[in-house]
Every structure is written in C-alpha cells, then in structure tokens.
T-cell receptor, first 114, second 118 residues
C-alpha cells in the first residue's frame, strides 16, 4: 500500500537558518505529491505540490522537487522566519483507485526562534 | 478560493452521548468529502469517504455504527460519533476536493473539531 515517511521531529531553528524536512514515499502508481502546513489553531493548508517526476513545487520561499529515482519530496527553505513555525505534512495522492484520497506522513513541528 | 467550514470547532460531551460534526463546502459543490482523525503528535488517519446520496466508504478498522456519516446534499456532510467514550477524544477534520478535479488537485480542509469526551 501507499505510505509516506517523514523525518522525526520536532525541529527548532533560529531565524534565517536553512530548513530541510525530509519526506520519502511508497506508492503503487505515479502519485502527485503535496506539502501541507498547519499553523497553530488552524486547519491544514496546501503549501505546494508537484504532479510528476522532476517537477518543482514552490510557494512562500519553500521548495520541493519530485524525485522519482529516490522516491523523495524533501521540503527546503533558504531562510526561515518566526512566522513559519507550524506543523508540516508531506502527502501523496495516488491516481489508482476511486476518489484519490490523500495519504499523509506523521507531520513534523517546526519552531523558529527570533 | 474554495472554503470548507467545519462546526463546531470544539465540543465537550459526556460519555455515552452522541455528537454531530458538520462539514460544509461554502463556495463549491462537493460530491465527495473525506473525514480524518488526528491523534496528538501523529498523522491524519483517513476514517471514511463520504459520497453524496450514497453510503460512505469506511477505512479498515473504523466502526461504521460508531461513526455515522451522512452526505445528504452537495454542500454538507455530517459525522456523528455515537455513544462516545473517552477514547473517542480526538481532533476530527473534514476535507473536500472541488468538482471535476482529480488526484493532481489538493484537498481543501476544514479547521477541525476538537472532541473531548469526559
């Protein structure tokens, strides 16, 4: 079955530090890949996505590249801000099967210190 | 953009009572909605897929009689936790995809409902 594995957290960084959050996946087909973010007290929001191999998703300074050869979709940001403190979820959507449900990783909490 | 509204945002109930959670798509019609459960420091686990006008599809291990799902209209799905017990305390989140969109498109999430059973 499908699965998403994220690195263990939590992660604490100083403002302007470089961020990498690892994500690898297992899927039967050719999935689309997503990063969702959950800010404190809010619901999940789409951060970025990539729908095929070598695609790069980007938003708000965050980037992730769909690497089929390593089955990875690592999230990066060159300079984090305090406002980036949130929980980050990697997810995949497999075209095989009805309704195309999302499979999530465990999520990782990022805290950015001023 | 597409908005999914969930109500209530939090609820406290006594053991043995039932609680209903509503999920509405505000500016689009959703033939399919998804209900997730999130445990502390864990991922979102899909509970069931709610289909307008037909029975919900439950994931393995989810009790159908415990978690009743009704999708009576194109903009409303409800999850009723029946005879709630403390172990049902959790964060429940609904989501929907805009009509005509496939697996490449993201889901839109409600803000979740924090259920506490005392």
């Amino acid at each position: 079955g499908n699965s998403v594995t994220q690195m263990e957290g939590p992660v604490t960084l100083s403002e302007e530090a470089f961020l990498t959050i690892n994500c690898t996946y297992t899927a039967t087909g050719y999935p689309s890949l997503f990063w969702y973010v959950q800010y404190p007290g809010e619901g999940l929001q789409l951060l970025l996505k990539a729908t095929k191999a070598d695609d790069k998703g980007s938003n708000k300074g965050f980037e992730a590249t769909y690497r089929k050869e390593t089955t990875s979709f690592h999230l990066e940001k060159g300079s984090v801000q305090v406002s980036d403190s949130a929980v980050y979820f990697c997810a995949l959507s497999d075209p095989v099967g009805a309704n195309s449900k999302l499979t999530f990783g465990k999520g990782i909490t990022l805290s950015v210190r001023p | 953009g597409a908005v999914v509204s969930q109500h209530p945002s939090w609820v406290i109930c006594k053991s043995g009572t039932s609680v209903k959670i509503e999920c509405r798509s505000l500016d689009f019609q959703a033939t399919t909605m998804f209900w997730y459960r999130q445990f502390p420091k864990q991922s979102l686990m899909l509970m069931a897929t709610s289909n307008e006008g037909s029975k919900a599809t439950y994931e393995q291990g989810v009790e159908k009689d415990k978690f009743l799902i009704n999708h009576a209209s194109l903009t409303l799905s409800t999850l009723t936790v029946t005879s709630a017990h403390p172990e049902d305390s959790s964060f429940y989140i609904c989501s929907a995809r805009e009509p005509g969109r496939n697996y490449n498109s993201p889901l839109h999430f409600g803000n979740g409902t924090r259920l506490t059973v005392t």
